[in-house]
């Protein structure tokens, strides 16, 4: 068999995970590959992209996440032999988890594939390590963070502290210098939080995370990373490797 041919066959067993990804996002491909690098001959990533220009409390961004769209994006994602979706976006957190947890049956209902998203992992996640108060780091304007709060509030995670960028437009938030995302993650941290949560897919704290946990002696769990995670998790890969933060070394879950 010529090298061709052993390379077409490696990339046919690798397990293949779709995202449906926020169409203005420039930051959660491109870093969902950096961290794909050492599970490249395991697992490999698709994506599908679902009209989002924006994030506020407004009718117009709620139109954006409507389930009808958002699972035919998933039905096109699934022309492909997946081993399961994940939606690539945190719009659960403001909208409330029963719009993701309805997401997933109707997706798994539709294509047959185990699914997930950005919220339901970051609460597995926080229920796995105990975490009951965090620090939130978002880019949103303050009514979209204040509801946050609120949605995370009512499932048992307490937000002590939070710092936003008061940004709406998502090509904005992509477009973050990682310095104001240093300061941002700052900002968000406390004494009273067990954890701080990164909540937005296009801003790419991801790559800081390594570097502002050891700064701030606390783990931080990103939205990209997380849905990497749990993405791969459905999968059936272990996704343990350094350089990306406590959750991906394995620290913080079971």
């Known amino acids: 068999m010529g ?16 995202h449906i990804t926020p169409s203005s996002n420039t930051a959660l491909e491109t870093i969902t590959s950096l961290m794909n690098v050492g599970l490249a001959n395991r697992c490999s990533h698709h994506f599908a992209r679902l009209r989002v220009k924006a994030v506020r409390l407004d009718q ?40 993701d947890e309805e997401l997933c049956q109707r997706i798994s209902e539709r294509t047959g594939l185990r699914a997930s998203t950005a919220t339901l992992a970051f609460h597995e996640v926080f229920r796995s390590m105990g975490a009951t108060r965090i620090g939130l780091a978002v880019p949103y304007v303050d009514e979209v963070t204040t509801k946050i709060c609120e949605v995370y509030g009512r499932l048992g995670v307490n ?13 904005d938030i992509g477009n973050n210098s990682m310095d104001d995302i240093r300061k941002l993650l700052r900002a968000a941290d406390s004494p009273e939080a067990d954890c701080i949560a990164v909540v937005c897919t296009n801003l790419p704290a991801t790559l800081l995370v390594e570097e502002m946990e050891r700064e701030l002696g606390k783990p931080i769990i990103d939205s990209i990373a997380v849905t990497f995670w749990k993405g791969c998790m459905l999968a059936g890969i272990d996704p343990t490797m350094s350089n990306w933060g406590a959750l991906m070394r394995g620290e913080l879950t079971g």
Request: net charge negative; proline share 1%; no cysteine.
């Open 60 to 99: 117009a961004t709620e139109a954006q996440f409507a389930l009808d769209t958002m699972v035919a994006a998933a039905e096109l994602l699934a022309d492909a032999p997946l081993d399961a979706i994940v939606w690539n976006g945190t719009s659960a957190s403001w909208l409330g988890l029963q719009r």
């Open 159 to 171: 937000v002590v502290s939070h710092s936003s960028l008061r940004q709406s437009v998502n090509l």
């Open 3 to 18: 090298h061709v041919d052993t390379t077409l066959k490696s990339l046919q067993q690798l397990k293949k995970i779709g």
